[in-house]
Each structure stands twice: as structure tokens, then as C-alpha cells.
């Protein structure tokens, strides 16, 4: 495609002149209407090397309103960034509502280097343009406003653009990274791994926009054009939709065949002295596990959910003590602050996965959208639906490669619960344990376990199951935990090991 389009494109200076005015004025407007109705933009800046990608970021940041406007380059990895899932450096750059981010050389620039260069296999290469397609489609649903701009010029142009760049990189004036020289070398092969990219990553929600590169003023305006262009019909977009979705089903039960929580054995319970025996033997070998793991670089992403009052605060005092402090955090989630509400629901939790080797441990998580919020209607029937498969999408980057997800659910019968919420009004050291809310819950106890059972439905995968945990005895539901850590940590560890060994 990109072989028969012309990249000789200009303005003279006269032209660029008064197209420059319009455009600047335009695009400074239009970020002053996102910024009022609290519209994030995020602008790829992306193309080969010497079309002035760096150029046209400073007069982004010499048009926009700066203080709203942050540029972020993805051309190194820093340790932050390599000891986490990769989708973790985006989810932490995207803009909070009503700002501007630019990406510049973003998350297309190093899978396409490296099948260029035969490091990935083609298969490889076409599974990382799903996963940045699935990012970019979670955002655009919830309201992120994406622009990719791929700068491009002809081959010949391209090799006169890097000599010129060689001989400064040579005066020590400029960079010349080994990409610069690979693709100088092979610029017919990352054009054609360009021809690949394109068709699989652009997007009715996150379009491509190919910018004549050869003549800086023709590419200035052409690009914020592009810009301009695609924020205005996101705004018109914005104006005009009201969303009309099927209402959410009234009886889950109906719909799944079985209730998944009216199956749990809650009899089940242990003796304290053999509570006491196997807990301190658990501790140790989990202390000896999660060091081996910190040694192997496989980390652990734990999340506890359950009614108020399951048990949830015990279980993981038992399972922090079983982990070396250094290594281990505890998360504890409850309505977000106002940093948190400007970004996407995610986010916040993105912020705190875990580096390799490190356990983060989540008291409530982003399971809140589809419990909490579904029941209370803090989140829309479209957020509320949307959200199982962005949920399923969110855990399955959290195991790429060989790191642990366990999601544990503790549950109790309502009679339980009641003796336990009685217990804590009459205990004073305990009754900052009770609220309101907890009452209030308590009332749409059905419609929690509606929820709780098409959460079970939707999100209980190969990869990342649900471990549901009778809780009426609190010895067995801590026992049970751990067991369920120390295996899941033991067939991890044993599979690392054994690849290592291939």
C-alpha cells in the first residue's frame, strides 16, 4: 500500500502561512472543549526514521495548551518497566480526563523493529497487534480518544535523510541508535512489516493516519489536520449518542442454569489445634516458596473478594506472614479519589502490579465494576457488560509469560453474617469494622449474588479461575487460602524450572 502512494508532497512557505494560523487556532480549541468536557486524547507520533517525529511533538507542545499536554517516548526500557507486564508502561502514561498524551515512537515502533530484524516470528509479531488493539479498544469504549499518525517517505529519500543523519551522529551532534543503521540497511523489509501492521491495528476507534513525511510544512498540517479531524467527530460523536443497551438480565440463575454460591459446602471447618499445627508449617513453606519465586522472577497477583464479614482481612494477615514484608504489599480498595475517577476504571490497579518477583496482594478489586457499581449503578449497563471481557483481557497480561494470578472468593451464609455484623457492634475494638454501607449491602444481598454469579461465569477462565472458599469457619477458609497459594506457587515454580533445564 504505502509503495504506490506519493510522499512528495509540499507547501510553500506563503501556503504553510496561512494554513498554519487555521490549524493552530483549530486544534488549541478543540483541546480547550476536551479539556471542558473531559475528554482524554492520546496522539501516536510514529513513522520511519528521519520524517521529524521529535519536530512535530515540539510544535504540538508550542500549539496546545502545554500545561495539559504530556509527551512520552517509548524508545528505552527501563528496569520499572522490564520487571512488569508490558501493557504496564502504557496504562501508566494514558491521560487523565480532558488531558493530552503523545506517544512518540509508541507501541507499534519495537514489535515492528523486531520482525524486521527475524527476532519474533511473524505469528509472534500478529499475537502483539491483537493485545495493542484490545488496549486501544478498551480505552476508546470508555471514552479515550485515540490518533495514530505514521510518518512515511520514499526509500530514496529515507536514504539520503539517514547519510545526512550519519554524519552528525559521526560530529557526535545526534543519536544514531542500531535501529537507524537496520533499517538504512533494510528499509524494503520494515516497509513491508509496515504493510503488515497497518491493516491489523487500524481501527475504526483508533485510525491510522499516513502523513506525507518529505516536506516538514506539508506533514505539520497535514498531521494536525489529522488531529483535529478525528477529536471533532469524537465530539460530535459525544453529543449526538445516547446509549441504548439491553437491560441487564434480572435473574442470572435463569440465564447460567446454576447458581454457583448455593453450591459451596459451608460445613466445612477445622479443629484449633490442628488449625494452629498446619498453619505454622504452611507460613514456613510458603516463606521458602515466595523466595524462590522472587529468585525466578515470577510474581504474584492475589485478590480477595467475598461478602462483608467473609473473612477477608483475617486470611490475609495469615497470608502477609507467610511472605517477607520487602517483597509484599497489601492494596486495599474502596470508592476512588479523584485522580483515580479522571482515569480509566483500571488504572488504579495497573499502578500497583506487582515487579517480578514481588507478591501484591488486592483487599476488593477491579471486580468492584461488576459487583458494587453494577448493583449500586455507579457504572452503566454498557460498562457494567463491557467489563468482563476488558477484565479477562487486564488478567491475562498480568500471567503473560509465567506470573501467578489467584482470585479468591470467601463466602459465608447471610445467618453468618448477621452473627458476625451483631458481634462486631458489641466488641468496641471491632465496631470500626462496621457501617452503614455494610447494613445497606446487606439488603441487595440477591442482587450481590445475581452479580457474583455472572462474574463467576464470565471471568473463571483456564488462565485465571475462581477459587471459592467456604468461610462459615475462618480456620478452614485461612487453611484453604494457603494451601491453594502454596500449590499454585509449587506447579509455577516447577514449571520455570523445567523449562530452564529444555
Not at 441504548?244 to 453450591?263: K, T, Y
Not at 521458602?288 to 515470577?298: M, Q, S
Amino acid at each position: 500500500m504505502l509503495s504506490t502512494m506519493n510522499f512528495c508532497q509540499s507547501y510553500t512557505q506563503k501556503e504553510y502561512k496561512a494554513l498554519a494560523r487555521d490549524a493552530r487556532i483549530k486544534l488549541f480549541n478543540l483541546q480547550q472543549q476536551c479539556m471542558t468536557q473531559k475528554v482524554p486524547v492520546i496522539i501516536y507520533v510514529d513513522g520511519v526514521s528521519g520524517t521529524g517525529k521529535g519536530s512535530f511533538v515540539n510544535l504540538l507542545s508550542e500549539w496546545c495548551d502545554v500545561k495539559h499536554l504530556k509527551n512520552y517516548s517509548f524508545w528505552f526500557s527501563f528496569d520499572e518497566e522490564r520487571l512488569r507486564p508490558e501493557a504496564w508502561k502504557y496504562w501508566m502514561k494514558i491521560p487523565k480526563a480532558g488531558e493530552f498524551a503523545v506517544f512518540i515512537a509508541g507501541m507499534y515502533d519495537e514489535p515492528m523493529r523486531k520482525l524486521a530484524a527475524k527476532e519474533i516470528t511473524e505469528t509472534e509479531f500478529n499475537e502483539i497487534m491483537h493485545d495493542r488493539v484490545e488496549f486501544e479498544r478498551t480505552l476508546a469504549q470508555s471514552g479515550y480518544v485515540i490518533v495514530k499518525l505514521w510518518f512515511h517517505i520514499t526509500a530514496d529519500e529515507h536514504k539520503k535523510r539517514m547519510k545526512a543523519r550519519k554524519k552528525l551522529n559521526n560530529k557526535g551532534e545526534i543519536g544514531f541508535s542500531t535501529y537507524d543503521e537496520q533499517s538504512n540497511e533494510n528499509f524494503e523489509n520494515l516497509n513491508s512489516v509496515v504493510g503488515k501492521m497497518l491493516p491489523l491495528t487500524d481501527k475504526h476507534f483508533a485510525p491510522w493516519y499516513i502523513i506525507d513525511a518529505y516536506d516538514e510544512k506539508f506533514r505539520n498540517i497535514k498531521a494536525v489536520e489529522a488531529i483535529s479531524k478525528c477529536i471533532e467527530n469524537a465530539l460530535d460523536v459525544k453529543k449526538t449518542v445516547v446509549e441504548e443497551f439491553p437491560s441487564m438480565p434480572d435473574n442470572m440463575e435463569a440465564l447460567s442454569g446454576i447458581s454457583v454460591l448455593d453450591q459451596v459446602d459451608l460445613s466445612l471447618s477445622v479443629p484449633k489445634d490442628e488449625y494452629e499445627k498446619e498453619l505454622e508449617k504452611l507460613q514456613k513453606d510458603i516463606y521458602k516458596l515466595t523466595y524462590k519465586a522472587y529468585e525466578l522472577g515470577i510474581s504474584s497477583t492475589i485478590v480477595f473478594e467475598g461478602y462483608d464479614a467473609s473473612g477477608k482481612g483475617g486470611a490475609i494477615r495469615r497470608l502477609t506472614q507467610s511472605i517477607d514484608s520487602r517483597i509484599t504489599q497489601v492494596i486495599p480498595i474502596s470508592a476512588p479519589g479523584s485522580e483515580e475517577a479522571a482515569h480509566h476504571y483500571l488504572w488504579r490497579f495497573w499502578r500497583h502490579v506487582p515487579r517480578a518477583g514481588f507478591v501484591t496482594i488486592y483487599d476488593r478489586s477491579w471486580y468492584g465494576r461488576v459487583l458494587v457499581e453494577r448493583v449500586e449503578g455507579f457504572a452503566s449497563q454498557w460498562e457494567c457488560k463491557r467489563a468482563f471481557s476488558e477484565i479477562n483481557a487486564f488478567e491475562n497480561e498480568l500471567i503473560n509469560k509465567k506470573n501467578i494470578l489467584i482470585k479468591f472468593w470467601l463466602h459465608i451464609s447471610l445467618d453468618e453474617q448477621l452473627r458476625r455484623f451483631k458481634e462486631r457492634e458489641a466488641i468496641e475494638w471491632k465496631r470500626h469494622k462496621i457501617t452503614e454501607e455494610d447494613w445497606r449491602n446487606r439488603e441487595k444481598a440477591d442482587q450481590y449474588k445475581i452479580a457474583a454469579n455472572e462474574m463467576f461465569l464470565r471471568t473463571n477462565t483456564v488462565q485465571a479461575p475462581w477459587f471459592i472458599i467456604p468461610g462459615e469457619n475462618k480456620l478452614y477458609a485461612r487453611l484453604e487460602i494457603l494451601r491453594t497459594y502454596k500449590r499454585v506457587l509449587e506447579e509455577r515454580i516447577k514449571e520455570i524450572k523445567k523449562g530452564k533445564k529444555k
